[in-house]
């Protein structure tokens, strides 16, 4: 079965850098989402994208952080300035939008973000 | 409570046993959706339950959904020990294409 890809699987960084987050979503789906989940606790939505636009934020993702499809293939979510409450692993999915699973998320392995 | 908040936050059986997670939630919702995660891992999607619908069965899963309760229901038949996992609802509300998280329940299945 397709998978989402994420790299790196994991990433440690100083505080106050800006890191970027890839994600290689399934090909043809058609709206792409970052998830955060802070160690123990919920998975959280951040941000959706359609059509090569945000369609959707959470109030999580205020100026700090920035998505791109650069490429038609990569996903990226930027995160500048990072904190050390940004500390999470980051999980990019994807969802096809149409057809018999078309609500239906595949999620990367995610990216465990350590901020030191 | 919460969106999305589950019951039990841990359970712990023996192999072979029945496992039961509930869900409950707090808005109108298109469907419902079950994940599971394993330690340190991604999510895997499990079931998704539309909101016209009332039960669901996949393989070992059967899965639950009272509207007018705003409850859902996980069941995973005769347990094993690979199904040891945090298990997650996950609700998309109507008018919305991202999903709300649960708190999540971890299984323990016993060998």
């Known amino acids: 079965e397709p998978e989402v890809t994420q790299t790196p699987s994991h990433q440690v960084t100083q505080m106050g850098q800006e890191v970027i987050l890839r994600c290689v979503p399934i090909?043809?789906?058609?709206?792409f989402y970052w998830y955060r989940q802070i160690l123990g606790q919920k998975v959280e939505f951040l941000v959706s994208?359609?059509?090569?636009?945000?369609?959707?934020k959470s109030e999580i993702f205020d100026d700090q952080f920035s998505v791109e499809r650069p490429d038609g293939s990569n996903f990226t979510l930027k995160i500048r300035s990072t904190k050390l409450e940004d500390s999470a692993m980051y999980f990019c999915?994807?969802?096809?939008?149409?057809?018999?699973?078309?609500?239906?998320?595949?999620f990367g392995q995610g990216t465990r973000l350590t901020v030191v | 409570s919460q969106q999305g908040e589950e019951d039990p936050q841990a359970l712990s059986i023996q192999e072979g046993e029945n496992a039961t997670m509930n869900c409950s939630y707090k808005?109108?919702?298109?469907?419902l959706q079950w994940y599971r995660q394993n330690s340190g891992r991604g999510l895997v999607h499990l079931i998704l339950?539309?909101?016209?619908?009332r039960e669901k069965h996949s393989g070992r899963l059967r899965v639950t959904l009272d509207t007018s309760k705003k409850s859902s229901s996980l069941l995973i038949t005769a347990s094993r020990a690979a199904d040891t996992a945090s298990y997650f609802c996950?609700?998309?509300?109507?008018?919305?294409?991202?999903?709300?998280f649960g708190s999540g329940t971890r299984l323990q299945v016993q060998p």
């Open positions: 994208f359609y059509n090569n636009e945000i369609s959707e």
């Open positions: 808005t109108s919702i298109n469907n």
């Open positions: 999915a994807s969802r096809p939008g149409q057809g018999a699973r078309s609500a239906e998320a595949f």
């Open positions: 996950a609700t998309e509300d109507t008018g919305r294409r991202a999903l709300t």
């Open positions: 090909s043809n789906h058609l709206y």
């Open positions: 339950i539309r909101s016209n619908e």
